[in-house]
């Protein structure tokens, strides 16, 4: 597409950019108004305009381009299938984008409603539609509603409403009869079913066979609304200034391999969550085909090979989707092989036409418990400039059949513009594939019942590189964390970000777990704004963490406040259910030669993916050459476990140490922990210890035999450490044969290798007078400044703050705190909209926040990332090797001495 990731990381993206090759000129125009149009014009001149778009689409050929007047209103789908190769969708005239508007009235007339005894609570029974419900969103006064609630006696307050699907009875709060209490209510009908109730589709829906005629569709200036999936993107498509809105599932669906360009592309108001998959945009991918059958199905050649027809299967008919990957009991996402002369091994299989061969002890549909299949789609994906926000599901998701090597970009062409927030679940759920945000906007808060909600940020699955750059991160949930990190390989790369929560739960705002991989932070912020609970910026369970002039803060004043704590006390014994070994095979790597032994894990989600740290203890015999320290080499999931969950994890046992075939699993113990690689530059401010280790370094002697290196392998930097309250409390704790060791402000400092200095028990990879130390025993902060707001006033969106010294920037970014009232939409990370003067500035409130004066509590401050010239941190940092360019948090280059400690240069 022209644009690399680490150009988008460095320094976003500007429109330039964007394009791609011209088609050439469409053959035809055709121009549709349907205000003044007629469909017995001839359709090929603003004079002569059709008035539908079934008849434009009848008489258009692929290649043409479809003209729509601005101010027309369409009530029917634009289904392009067959003719979206090469074509052109674009707006004519003045006024008001066109739309396709699908929504249907819910009001009626005032005898279709009921009231609920005599709570303001009316209901009615609506039409159902042929193809069952799939989806609902009910729109209020041309708004969205609350999010579903539970049931109907939960219809309590403006805005709530619920619909039981079973019955079709929807049920709204008012306090007379709607039609009165109301000017309109709609909802999305979904006339043409689940799978056609399409406002504008590409081609023929959810079947991949053949989209490729399709490529090179360009959509610009269009609102489309009221259909269960409002847009459906297919082969190479580009969308400019596209809005979808109030859809019963799905905004946007981009289903199929191939390369796509969207800019300023809205999709607002998603789903109920009524059911699963409902969201802003959905990266989607084709689904899958189960191809079990029964045993009249299959047929042997010999040599436990065993065939199928595929004919038939899939929906479509014939669209079986068997290509890439097929999920056995014991292993989920197994590649084919080569040829059919390659299918010799369990899990083997190959596909030719329309037979499927696998391999099989008997016949398949006796042997196994399931066999599924799909293909994955690889994407190629530029998004500028827009917008997802409030979805029944997640706001952004990249979807399981993703290819795990796509790559999608999210950018900004100036700070801020892009916006994903308001999810059900999450604001962004990443589950394959590579994804950068860039100068993004990402903010989460949801009314949903506490089962369904999420972190702001959800990383997991076949997902591989994610890298933030440039954006401003919130989570509003108390509850949850800010981003979580999980599962297998994903690793994330995050510069100059703003990370904020008020999550009072021990999650913290990054929670990082489950898998080895090599996370890296570079000038990022991290604050936990949890009020009086216990406020942890980054916990990490497993994996590498690098930390580069970050700073790790809380609001908190009368509990738990740590820096970061790396987690070493998880411990899922019970939860190994085999460990075996193959004998039959040596691997050989760095001249030594290796056993392969394969964990088994059943009944929660262990998912230790590749690169994970672990150790077992406790085995006896020889069982026992299973004890010791060991990192994950390949991990996959099971279709499903005895307990609803397995996955696998393999580990290089040394062919010296003559280990068994299987393990007997008695006295089994088991540690993760996650490893500090880097921490240079930082500021760690907190109350309680800043830094905590739970991982055991205890004497060779004793069970989990680990040392320093297991857990700090690298030496780490110099940093500057700011605490409250330290009468009782210490700099660095960390655990060592069962006893905590701490480390005070002096221990931290001092250079002396007498033991109880940090310096000392680290082997000089830590400690030192080089860090520079704040300390002070009454409960204040005296690190960054933070000014005090005043006031904080809302008119259409935008949100006008009294900050008096603000010494904020337009377009960088800042954290809000400290609003009573609304309850939501002010607080959190925002880039500044413009400054004022001095004492005020503004920036973009959450969609649908109230206008008027916000009400504050005596705390109501900024944070921007600037220290105090007062503190021991201010322009004392090493100069740190750091790549060329390099800006910090808000944007300026770092210059090569003086710096402070910390994300922000001054």
């Not at 200034?241 to 607002?268: C, H, K, M, P, W």
């Not at 399931?370 to 926000?389: H, I, K, N």
């Not at 190994?576 to 095979?585: G, N, Q, R, Y």
């Not at 035999?705 to 690298?714: E, G, K, Q, S, T």
């Amino acid at each position: 597409m022209g644009v690399s990731r680490r150009a988008v990381i460095g320094g976003g993206v500007g429109l330039a950019v964007l394009g791609v090759p011209r088609i050439a000129a469409a053959a035809v125009s055709y121009f549709v108004d349907s205000v003044a149009g007629n469909d017995g014009n001839a359709g090929t001149s603003t004079a002569t305009p059709f008035e539908t778009l079934p008849k434009a689409v009848s008489v258009m050929a692929a290649g043409d381009t479809l003209n729509l007047k601005r101010g027309s209103v369409f009530r029917t789908p634009l289904n392009l299938t067959g003719k979206a190769g090469g074509t052109t969708v674009q707006a004519y005239g003045t006024g008001t984008d066109p739309m396709i508007d699908l929504l249907a009235d819910a009001l009626g007339v005032a005898t279709n409603w009921t009231r609920d005894g005599t709570a303001n609570r009316w209901f009615r029974t609506l039409p159902a539609p042929s193809g069952g419900w799939n989806g609902f969103l009910l729109v209020l006064n041309g708004s969205a509603g609350n999010y579903i609630k539970p049931d109907a006696a939960s219809v309590l307050a403006p805005g709530d409403w619920f619909f039981q699907r079973t019955t079709n009875t929807l049920s709204v709060y008012a306090t007379q009869n709607p039609t009165s209490h109301y000017t309109s209510l709609q909802y999305v009908p979904q006339a043409l079913g689940a799978t056609n109730d399409i406002g504008l589709r590409m081609a023929a829906a959810d079947d991949p066979r053949g989209v490729g005629v399709a490529a090179g569709c360009r959509v610009s200036n269009l609102v489309v609304r009221g259909a269960r999936r409002n847009v459906q993107l297919v082969a190479d498509a580009t969308l400019t200034d596209v809005t979808a809105q109030f859809s019963a599932s799905t905004n946007i669906v981009v289903s199929y391999e191939g390369t796509y360009t969207l800019t300023r592309v809205r999709g607002l108001d998603s789903g109920s969550a009524l059911t699963n998959g409902e969201h802003g945009i959905l990266f989607a991918g084709s689904g899958s085909t189960t191809v079990l059958g029964t045993t009249s199905d299959w047929t042997t050649s010999g040599g436990n090979v065993w065939s199928r027809s595929l004919a038939g299967l899939g929906s479509p008919a014939g669209n079986h989707l068997i290509r890439d990957w097929l999920d056995f009991p014991s292993r989920r996402y197994v590649p084919p092989q080569s040829s059919l002369g390659a299918v010799t091994g369990p899990e083997d299989w190959f596909v030719n036409g329309t037979t499927l061969s696998v391999f099989a002890t008997g016949n398949p549909a006796s042997v196994y418990t399931v066999l599924l299949g799909g293909r994955w789609e690889l994407m190629d994906a530029l998004l500028v400039d827009c917008e997802f926000d409030y979805a029944g599901e997640d706001a952004f998701q990249a979807g399981g059949n993703v290819h795990p090597d796509s790559e999608i970009t999210v950018a900004s062409s100036i700070p801020g513009p892009t916006r994903i927030s308001r999810g059900f679940e999450n604001a962004v759920d990443i589950k394959s594939g590579s994804v950068t945000f860039s100068n993004a906007w990402i903010w989460q808060d949801t009314t949903a019942p506490s089962s369904r909600r999420g972190p702001t940020v959800t990383i997991q699955g076949n997902s591989r590189d994610i890298a933030f750059a440039g954006c401003a991160v919130s989570n509003l949930l108390t509850t949850k964390q800010t981003m979580d990190v999980q599962e297998l390989r994903p690793k994330i790369a995050s510069e100059r970000t703003m990370w904020y929560s008020k999550n009072q739960s021990s999650t913290g705002v990054v929670l990082s777990h489950f898998n080895g991989q090599p996370h890296s932070f570079l000038f990022d912020f991290f604050y936990n704004d949890a009020g009086t609970a216990q406020g942890l910026p980054i916990v990490a369970i497993s994996g590498d963490h690098d930390f580069t002039h970050c700073a790790f803060h809380s609001s908190t004043m009368s509990s738990t406040v740590r820096s970061m704590h790396f987690r070493g006390n998880s411990t899922f014994a019970a939860s190994c259910s085999a460990i075996t070994c193959d004998l039959s095979t040596i691997i050989t790597e760095g001249g030594v030669q290796y056993r392969l032994a394969t964990v088994r894990w059943d009944g929660v989600e262990i998912y230790l993916g590749p690169g994970a740290i672990f150790a077992f203890d406790g085995l006896a015999n020889a069982s026992a050459k299973f004890n010791g320290v060991w990192r994950v080499r390949d991990a996959w999931y099971a279709y499903n476990g005895t307990s609803g969950t397995r996955s696998f994890s393999t580990f290089l046992v040394p062919l010296d140490d003559d280990p068994p075939a299987t393990a007997n699993l008695t006295g089994l113990q088991m540690l993760l922990w996650a490893r500090l690689t880097g921490l240079r530059g930082c500021s760690l401010l907190g109350k309680s210890e800043l830094v905590r280790l739970d991982a055991d370094t205890a004497p060779l002697q004793d069970t989990f035999a680990l040392d320093w290196h297991d857990l700090v392998p690298n030496a780490l930097g110099l940093n500057y450490w700011a605490q409250r309250a330290t009468s009782t409390q210490k700099l660095v704790t960390q655990l060592h044969a069962g006893a905590q060791r701490s480390y005070t402000s002096a221990q931290v400092l001092a250079d002396a290798s007498t033991a109880g200095n940090l310096i000392a028990d680290t082997a000089g990879t830590w400690g030192g007078s080089g860090n520079r130390v704040n300390v002070n025993s009454a409960d204040s902060q005296d690190a960054y400044l933070e000014p005090a707001v005043t006031a904080i006033s809302v008119a259409n969106g935008v949100a006008t703050v009294t900050c008096p010294g603000h010494g904020v920037v337009k377009g960088r970014k800042v954290i809000v705190t400290g609003v009573t009232a609304p309850t939501s939409g002010l607080e959190g990370a925002f880039f500044v909209d413009s400054v004022v003067d001095p004492n005020t500035f503004t920036y973009r409130a959450v969609r649908g926040t109230p206008s008027g004066a916000a009400a504050l509590s005596a705390s109501a401050r900024i944070l921007w990332g600037r220290m105090k010239p007062t503190a021991a941190g201010f322009q004392s940092a090493p100069s740190y090797a750091l790549p060329a360019g390099q800006k910090d948090l808000q944007g300026t280059t770092v210059p090569a001495t003086s710096r402070c400690f910390g994300p922000v240069m001054q």
